[in-house]
């Protein structure tokens, strides 16, 4: 299992997932997802339970199940998001019987999986046919902000560097296609979702801003006290951002729905 690079469950962790899933995710990135009243979804990598609870809230009625491989995280989804019912499992080996969801939904979890391609050929198993899955996944490459900050480089290279040492990819995004497709799905649709923050839209440069700079911090724990001043130099050039006349954040994570 590759190290979760982010922090563990502490308080701020917890706040953080949940704060990314409501406030900087679910009003940008879920419209592809779509489920009805009484449809069984699986929420895979459900973390704290965050997204599951974007997820009813969005789509109420659902029959919602929740997977993850840490018992720590499910304890926090169980007592914080009670919306779901919560399974302990490995993404590569799911305990469910063939042709039991109706969808699979996973936010910022094959970027830690080793082997993402059995995770796909898992949920293609586990999908009814017609079903569909939807993932939403980084690509650390197309980060880009106006002005650019060499700090805020370095520190992003650095993550880079550590999820790939620990087995994850942070550019899955621009693969999804690919590894969808090899997977066995019979429609692939796949799109980057443009997160653009501007004079123009400020709340998004300001929630983007803070989610960059929430992410540095996450790290803090996981890469030592050494590279604790770099990350720390890096949230703050990212909360600067917003005051800066001219600033833009642009990023552009990958949507990608497979149809069985
Ligand atoms: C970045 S978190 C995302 C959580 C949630 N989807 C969200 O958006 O808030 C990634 C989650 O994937 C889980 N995970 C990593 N490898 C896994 C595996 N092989 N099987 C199941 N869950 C896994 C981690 O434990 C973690 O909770």
């Given at each position: 299992?590759?190290d979760y690079i982010h922090g563990g469950t502490d308080l701020r962790?917890?706040?953080?997932?949940?704060?990314?899933?409501?406030?900087?995710?679910?009003?940008?990135?879920?419209?592809?997802?779509?489920?009805?009243?009484?449809?069984?979804?699986?929420?895979?990598?459900?973390?704290?339970?965050?997204?599951?609870?974007?997820?009813?809230?969005?789509?109420?009625?659902?029959?919602?199940?929740?997977?993850?491989?840490?018992?720590?995280?499910?304890?926090?989804?169980?007592?914080?998001?009670?919306?779901?019912?919560?399974?302990?499992?490995?993404?590569?080996?799911?305990?469910?019987?063939?042709?039991?969801?109706?969808?699979?939904?996973?936010?910022?979890?094959?970027?830690?999986?080793?082997?993402?391609?059995?995770?796909?050929?898992?949920?293609?198993?586990?999908?009814?046919?017609?079903?569909?899955?939807?993932?939403?996944?980084?690509?650390?490459?197309?980060?880009?902000?106006?002005?650019?900050?060499?700090?805020?480089?370095?520190?992003?290279?650095?993550?880079?560097?550590?999820?790939?040492?620990?087995?994850?990819?942070?550019?899955?995004?621009?693969?999804?296609?690919?590894?969808?497709?090899a997977a066995g799905f019979s429609r692939v649709d796949v799109h980057?979702?443009?997160?653009?923050?501007?004079?123009?839209?400020?709340?998004?440069?300001?929630?983007?801003?803070?989610?960059?700079?929430?992410?540095?911090?996450?790290?803090?724990?996981?890469?030592?006290?050494?590279?604790?001043?770099?990350?720390?130099?890096?949230?703050?050039?990212?909360?600067?951002?917003?005051?800066?006349?001219?600033?833009?954040?642009?990023?552009?994570?990958?949507?990608?729905?497979?149809?069985?």
């Amino acid at each position: 299992m590759a190290d979760y690079i982010h922090g563990g469950t502490d308080l701020r962790e917890v706040a953080r997932l949940v704060k990314q899933a409501l406030v900087w995710v679910a009003p940008r990135m879920l419209q592809d997802f779509t489920a009805s009243p009484g449809m069984r979804v699986l929420d895979l990598g459900t973390g704290v339970g965050a997204m599951a609870a974007a997820l009813v809230r969005r789509h109420p009625g659902i029959d919602l199940w929740g997977l993850d491989l840490r018992a720590a995280q499910l304890r926090q989804a169980r007592a914080l998001h009670p919306v779901a019912t919560y399974v302990q499992a490995d993404a590569t080996r799911l305990p469910f019987p063939d042709a039991s969801f109706d969808r699979v939904h996973a936010s910022w979890v094959l970027e830690h999986i080793p082997d993402p391609a059995a995770v796909l050929r898992e949920v293609r198993r586990i999908l009814v046919p017609g079903g569909q899955c939807f993932f939403l996944e980084v690509d650390n490459a197309t980060l880009r902000l106006v002005p650019p900050s060499p700090v805020v480089e370095e520190a992003l290279q650095l993550l880079n560097s550590v999820q790939q040492a620990s087995g994850g990819d942070p550019f899955i995004g621009q693969k999804l296609a690919g590894l969808l497709r090899a997977a066995g799905f019979s429609r692939v649709d796949v799109h980057p979702v443009h997160v653009h923050g501007s004079a123009g839209d400020p709340e998004t440069l300001r929630a983007s801003a803070e989610e960059l700079a929430e992410i540095f911090e996450s790290l803090d724990e996981a890469l030592g006290p050494d590279k604790a001043p770099l990350l720390h130099a890096a949230a703050r050039a990212a909360r600067e951002l917003p005051q800066v006349p001219g600033a833009e954040f642009h990023y552009r994570p990958v949507a990608a729905l497979g149809t069985r």
